[in-house]
Structure formats: structure tokens, C-alpha cells
């Protein structure tokens, strides 16, 4: 199989296209009927009987052939582009680590001290024996922790605070 085309090759190709005659390029019969020439072919001498149709046929249809595989050839490497940036980027995302969310975003916002005292009653929750209890006691802490942290930021909202 032949090596791709380059851009160059292909800019080549087409400017050999555009500088023949334009329209078709019919076979010419002489005053016998036989094969006198075609398009800007006035004269035919075959090397072979056997192959000057073949040949002609070939000629005679390059005009019109060459352009249309020229924009194949376009359109295919347009196409191949698309789908080599679909790829790069499904490989993109499959390869990303997902940006890290922070389950408890809201424990970031506390200040210092409350800081210590939520990591201190967390771990203290987290130390129990029965797995299950001790789920629900980190759970717990957390739930109250947070409504904490939210009411806080609610207050410090301007137009946060509600009259009770």
C-alpha cells in the first residue's frame, strides 16, 4: 500500500489539476472511427492494440477523477482529524482523576478551635467497638457538626440572621 499523502503532495496534485483544460476530456475518433486523441490529446499511438482503450478510458476520465478524490481525500483527513480529537479526548477523560470533593467542605470554614473540637469528637466517635455503632456515632457528629458550621455561615451572612 502506498504511503499517505502529504499536504504538500496532495497541494501538488491539485495545482496539476487546475492548470489542464477544464470539462471533459472525450476520446477523439479519427476518420477511420479508431482512437485519435482525447481532451488536449490530438494524437494517440498505441504501444499495444490491447491496451490503448484501457489507456484512453484511464485519460480520459482523469480530468474529472483526480478532483474527486482530491476532495476525498479531504474530507476523509477532516473526518480523521474529528475522530483523533474524539479519541484524544475520551483518553483525556479516562485517564483524568476526577477532582477530589471534600465531604466536608464545610469543616474548612471552621475556625481553629472548632476545628480541633470537631476532629477530636470525630475521632472519639470513631473509636467505639460495634462497627455499626460506631458508623452511626461518626455520622452523628458529623450531621451535628454541620448544621452547626451552616448556621454560622448563616449568621455571618449579611442578612443571614432571622429574628426568633
Known amino acids: 500500500m502506498p504511503e499517505p499523502l502529504t499536504k504538500q503532495q496532495l497541494r501538488e496534485i491539485q495545482d496539476r489539476v487546475t492548470a489542464t483544460r477544464k470539462g471533459d476530456w472525450d476520446m477523439h475518433l479519427d476518420n477511420d472511427g479508431q482512437p485519435a486523441g482525447f481532451g488536449p490529446f490530438s494524437y494517440v499511438e ?32 477532516r473526518e480523521l482529524l474529528i475522530e483523533r480529537g474524539l479519541r484524544e479526548r475520551a483518553e483525556r477523560r479516562r485517564t483524568a482523576r476526577p477532582a477530589p470533593t471534600a465531604t466536608l467542605h464545610w469543616a474548612a470554614q471552621l475556625d481553629a478551635d472548632d476545628l480541633e473540637a470537631f476532629l477530636s ?4 466517635a470513631a473509636s467505639g467497638d460495634d462497627d455499626l455503632t460506631t458508623l452511626q456515632t461518626v455520622e452523628k457528629t458529623i450531621t451535628e457538626w454541620r448544621r452547626n458550621a451552616d448556621e454560622q455561615q448563616r449568621l455571618a451572612t449579611p442578612g443571614g440572621s432571622r429574628a426568633r
Open 46 to 77: 498505441p504501444w499495444l492494440e490491447d491496451e490503448l482503450l484501457p489507456a484512453i478510458d484511464f485519460c480520459t476520465h482523469a480530468r474529472a477523477d483526480v478532483p474527486a478524490l482530491i476532495g476525498e481525500v479531504a474530507r476523509l483527513q
Open 121 to 124: 469528637e470525630l475521632a472519639t
